[in-house]
């Protein structure tokens, strides 16, 4: 137990033994046929001092139960109770205090737990589970870990043993599958410091796939209208049909493995969950933009990428001129193929190509876009910078135009034993042909006592009308 507010808890508590002690072998003295007024005045300070400290510990303990039941969302009802003798009291006293077991300490500042906190949770978890050899249920592992938290110990074995041996009574209500989605939605949000992906994705239209496993959208086609037209007194209004093309996002495995040694398990729980956050957020967000920023067709496999059936262009001029008309290229090119219906337009760029947009000098050395590109827009439109955008290449598209589909639920396995090919772009089998080629370079997980975790999820996206994204590369002039 640490912290103010629990030391404070400590020491009233202690307090008020020492007071409890003193008043019984104060009353030890008296001499209750003949009492004397100091005496009955010390008794009288006593119990007032007792009352005082015992009306204090009762508000600190209020303050205690309303932290704890805003930071970890569990009833401080529900704990069990331990006895000041456990603690090596020896007075006779009888006070109660909560067991705290795994959960923060309540004097500690509230830790903000987003919903995709749970998925990192639900690793780190099967991480120690199998660092054990699975000696032990994996649920018993959880609750060893984060506590008796209904809300975590729900969705999390929903996430690690797709609820395989989580209560009935939790399962059978609607909210456990509603905040799984949630989580799964916020898990994509995470995303956004390292991936394109999210950041359209906020800005287009999101689904998920629920129990029906197609996503099915209309999609306007541009080459007719319903526009209405000015007609002479009595004559026929024009009968125009508009066409819709539907598109159907089918589920597409993702997947991304990353690999860490098996001392992983051995350290705090704290830290294994950073370690995990960091690795899983980096390496899906490199995944899911490498194959959204190719040139690749959809196929049964894999969406298209965005520069599939887009407008390139080249950049010629290697001044603050040349910059400009970049941008006026881009932009004339998607208020062409939108007809002028620009919902959501955003430059996607890499970091080094978004400096050198705000150190482009006039001739006389002035930085007209360095201050507008500081507050993340060029142009007045926003800006999306990511590492994983190659360098040299400016995108410029309608993210209103972009539509995705996620499943319900990631899946994630946890193996010691594999071999793989570490390749982060364009892995191989491991051998192939008669006369085996074998890929390199390859790590065995058993010989380098090594753990991998792999992450399947269903993801699919397209765009509704065509012509929504214009880039300029692979060389920018003036970068």
Known sequence: MSGPLAKRIEDTQARIVDFTDQLNKHLETIDDENPDDAATAITDELTSKIDAQEKALAALQRAEKSIMERSNGVSHDRLPALHNEDRGNDRGSEQLMPIRGNHRPFAAPAEKIRPSDYIFKAIAVDLKSFGEKRSRPILDVLKETYGENDVIRTVMARLVTKAAAIPADTTTSGWADTLVQTVIGD???????????????????????????????PARNTSTTVAGAFIAQGAPIPVRQGAFTPITLTPKKMGVITTMTRE????????????????MLEDTGVALDTILLDTGAATTTRPAGLKQGSTQTASVTATIVGFVADMKTLIGALITATKGNLRAPVWIMNPGDVLAASLQQTTTGDTPFRDEVARGTLAGIPIISSTVVAADVMY???????????????????????????????????????????????????????????????????????????????????N
Do not use: C
């Open 187 to 217: 898990f994509i949000q995470s995303l956004m410091p390292y991936s394109v992906y999210p950041q359209l994705a906020a800005k287009g239209g999101s689904f998920t796939y629920g129990r029906n496993g197609v996503v099915s959208l």
């Open 396 to 478: 410029l598209m309608d993210a209103g135009d972009f539509i995705t589909a996620t499943g319900d639920t990631p899946n994630f396995s946890v193996s010691d034993q594999a071999v793989l090919h570490m390749e982060d772009t364009t892995p191989a089998a491991l051998s192939t042909g008669t006369t085996p080629t074998v890929a390199t370079p390859i790590r065995s997980l058993w010989q380098t006592d090594t753990m991998a975790i792999r992450m399947i999820m269903d993801v699919n996206w397209a765009m509704r009308r065509s012509g929504m994204v214009v880039w300029i590369g692979p060389a920018l002039a003036w």
């Open 264 to 279: 992983i398990t051995e350290h705090s729980t704290p830290s294994i969950e950073a370690i995990v956050r960091q690795a």
